[in-house]
């Protein structure tokens, strides 16, 4: 895909599809690598505000600092530094080196510069944990929502499979289920559907009714050890064949109204360590209950909240800036099998 070579060779950048963007915000990025192609940096970074026009505050950090990049590169600083001023108002931002990249060299000497990079580099702090172990590569691993399963349910295709309908399902130090749109931006047939109908009284929450999501995720982890130093963060192979343990983090992912939200269950939220994909929240499960997974056999697992379990959810669409939408009841039977 020439876009997604454009953005990890010109700017260390991936395309990433956790927002549920409508289709001309793709179709404007195809219209910004035909500028890119020509290295008409300033078309480009026009095309960028005609972006923001369209999704307003739903922009990324990374959409942000690309536009910042094109703006550099033909010579505007002002616009380059509007686009800087959101990022550093956004608060951490640790997934681009921008002190080391050329295409924000002609702002080095602006007297702005000095500014920017004190603000930012006060957050870009390093990582509280570490891993047993990451695999060379993603272990492909087949999804499977039991029909008993209550409030999390499948789209009645059959089974999630790794690299099928724009399907990742892997195990890495997590499992992870990722539902992504195509390279031109087309939603996949798969979906995963979250009945957020039972709000628990007195805790915030309103229903927020029942929500099918072609962009959807689901993650769930083993072990998180906070009593040594770095904070360690198990495999999810490390888990014993027989036993069963209760997750300290499991996040089902899914958009309201266009808006990323997350329902967390357990105590360790994405964040906690500092991690790049936290960009810069905090919002953990207080007063949910832990998922049970038990690892049935070498290749076999079984996810379960039981009914009446509770999970917080958060819309983080602006991550350092994550709202508290209170605490639902839910519970969902899944299992695992490696391809």
């Known amino acids: ?15 990433t599809f956790g927002q549920n963007y409508p289709k001309e915000y793709f179709l404007l ?3 910004v690598e035909s500028f890119v192609v020509r290295k008409d940096y300033k078309g480009a970074a026009t095309v960028y505000s005609e972006i923001f026009n369209l999704i307003g505050s739903k922009a990324t ?9 094109f703006w550099a590169r033909a010579n505007f600083p002002d616009s380059a530094f509007t686009q800087l001023e959101i990022v550093a108002s956004n608060g951490r931002y640790v997934d681009f080196d921008f002190t080391s990249s050329g295409n924000l060299n002609s702002l080095h000497n602006d007297k702005r510069w000095p500014e920017f990079v004190d603000r930012i580099k006060k957050f870009d702090l390093p990582s509280l944990c570490t891993h047993t172990y990451n695999p060379p590569s993603p272990i492909p691993i087949v999804f499977t929502v039991d029909p008993k399963s209550i409030y999390f349910k499948s789209d009645t295709y059959g089974d999630y499979l790794n690299d099928f309908d724009n399907v990742s399902s892997v195990s890495t130090h997590a499992y992870n289920l990722r539902i992504l749109r195509s390279d031109k931006g087309e939603f996949s047939k798969r979906s995963l559907i979250l009945d957020l109908r039972q709000p628990v009284i007195n805790s915030g929450a309103t229903s927020q009714g029942v929500i099918k999501d072609s962009v959807a995720s689901f993650h769930v982890f083993y072990k998180f050890d906070t009593t040594v130093r770095p904070w360690v963060v198990y ?22 109204n266009g808006n990323s939200n997350k329902l967390q269950l357990g105590y360790w939220g994405l964040g906690d360590c500092n991690e790049k994909d936290g960009k810069g929240m905090r919002n953990g499960g207080e007063g949910t209950t832990g998922v049970q997974v038990t690892r049935n ?13 509770i999970g917080r959810l958060w819309d983080i669409t602006n991550p350092p800036f994550s709202i ?16």
């Open 324 to 339: 508290d939408k209170g605490l639902f009841k839910t519970g969902f039977l899944i299992h695992l099998k490696y391809q």
């Open 29 to 31: 990025k195809q219209k």
């Open 1 to 15: 895909m020439k876009w997604k070579l454009f953005g990890v060779l010109l700017f260390g950048y991936h395309l």
């Open 297 to 309: 056999s070498e290749s076999e697992y079984t996810i379960e909240a039981q009914d009446g379990s």
């Open 235 to 256: 495999n999810f192979r490390d888990m014993p064949i027989g036993s069963t343990i209760i997750s300290p983090r499991t996040e089902i992912f899914v958009h309201i």
């Open 61 to 69: 950090n990374d959409d942000r600092m690309i536009a910042a990049c």
